[in-house]
Every structure is written in C-alpha cells, then in structure tokens.
C-alpha cells in the first residue's frame, strides 16, 4: 500500500480486479489512466473509505496511474498490474 | 674674387624599407591568424547549425505556458535525477496535455539513457517497464523517436 497526504493506493492489482484506493482529503474525484497514453477514466470515491476501482482491460506488467487532487495538489500513485495466481 | 652660396637639393631619404623575408613572415602570420579565427567560427556555426536540423533545437524558448516552459526545463535543462525524481509528474502533463510538443521527447530520452547505462538504479526494472510503456503508448512522434529502445528496455529486470 502507498500512502501520502491522506490517500493510501495499493501498489499492485490483479489483472481483471480492482484497485484500492482510500481518500482521506476533500478530493472525492480520483483518475485512473494507462501510463503513457491518453485514456483516462474518473471515479467517485467516498472519504475514509476504501474504494474498489475496476482496473481498465489491461495485462500484467501494465503500469497504471492514480491521480487524486487537481493542480498543484495533484497527487500520483503508480500501480503495477499483476497476473492472477496459477 | 666673389663667391655665390649654392644650395643643393639632396633628395629626401627613404624611410627604410622592411626586409623582404621579414614582410613575408608578417603576410604569413597574419594570414595564418585570420585563417584559425575564420576557421573557429565557421566551425561554431557549422556545428550549432547542425545541431539546429534534429528533431528540435537544442535550446527551447518561452512558450508563454508556465506549465509546458517547466516540463521543457525538466525535459532538456535539469539534471537528469531531477527529471527521475519528478517522472510521474512529467510523464502525466506530458502525456495529458502536450503530445505534441516538440522538446518533451529528449525527457524521456534522457531518462531511458540513465536506465540503459546504469545497471544499479533504483527499482529500475520497474522504471524501464514504465518507460517502455509510456513509449509504445506514446504519440507517434515518439514512438519513431524512441521505439528502437523498448525491446532493450523489456528486457531489463
């Protein structure tokens, strides 16, 4: 799990799953996006709680990105995606 | 017996002329001189002229964009730990915003560079997925750009 200023996202997800993220902040809004490209899908998280954010269609090895905030208060999470288990 | 002053007009003495082999080392040096200097500047101008015809010029001036002028310092100003230090800002403005931008690819030049040449980086099989990625998902000026390095950048664990 990655934490910082208020907002915990785990550091892998399983390919098909979900991410979890935690908002701590005011930002109810966080952004998921494939590194590198254009796509980018927003999320309604409710404040300390836990949110479980469907991983867009992607295979393992992908990186993903969360982002939380706007601005200069933006904050990013790098996620990795991992293959399920045998 | 009467005698009459008579003047003679002497000619008027020659400077003394400079020696032949003494003008000719004069003419040689300086022609010598003007050929070195000639020669440093066209080479100046020849190599920042060259530099001039990649991809962008080597040095980008104000945008107007306070946004892209940062990215463009992190891309082609900054030490190149700065730039690894603020990847995931720069790759997410980057890829957000400014595709299109003609300096922002030697950013991510750079940072495959500092992968390639340093086997003991920080999580940098991690760093070179992302880079990797962030390449073959890119605009396709960076794609022709920087594509050859992916499959190296793969490879690494």
């Known amino acids: 799990m990655q934490q910082g200023e208020g907002i915990r996202v785990s550091s892998s997800a399983v390919a098909g799953g979900n991410i979890t993220v935690n908002v701590g902040t005011s930002d109810g809004t966080v ?3 494939v590194w590198g490209s254009q796509d980018r899908t927003s999320h309604q998280v409710p404040g300390n709680k836990d949110a ?3 991983l867009p269609p992607v295979g393992a090895g992908t990186v993903i990105i969360v982002t939380v905030g706007k ?3 933006r904050r990013r999470f790098e996620v990795v995606v991992v293959s399920p288990g045998p | 017996m009467h005698l009459k002053p008579v003047y ?3 000619p008027k003495p020659k400077p003394p002329s ?3 082999r003494r003008a000719f080392m004069i003419a040689g040096a300086t022609f010598l001189a003007g050929a070195g200097l000639g020669g440093a500047c066209g080479y100046a101008a020849g190599t920042s002229a060259v530099e001039g015809n990649g991809d962008a010029p080597s040095r980008p001036k104000s945008s107007g ?4 002028d940062d990215l463009r310092r992190l891309a082609v100003d900054a030490p190149v730990s700065e730039l690894n230090e603020k990847w995931l800002y ?3 403005i980057y890829s957000r915003s400014y595709r299109k931008d003609e300096y922002l690819p030697r950013g991510v030049e750079r940072l495959i560079e500092l992968v390639l040449s340093n086997p003991n980086l920080e999580r940098r099989g991690h760093v070179a997925r992302g880079l990797a990625q962030f390449v073959e998902l ?3 000026v960076l794609r022709d750009r920087l594509g050859h390095h992916v499959r190296e950048l793969r490879k690494i664990r």
């Open chain 1, 31 to 33: 952004e998921i996006m």
């Open chain 1, 52 to 54: 479980s954010i469907p």
């Open chain 1, 71 to 73: 601005g200069l208060r």
């Open chain 2, 8 to 10: 003679l007009v002497a």
């Open chain 2, 18 to 20: 400079v020696p032949t």
């Open chain 2, 65 to 68: 964009d306070a946004v892209l």
């Open chain 2, 90 to 92: 720069f790759g997410d």
């Open chain 2, 138 to 140: 890119g605009d396709p």
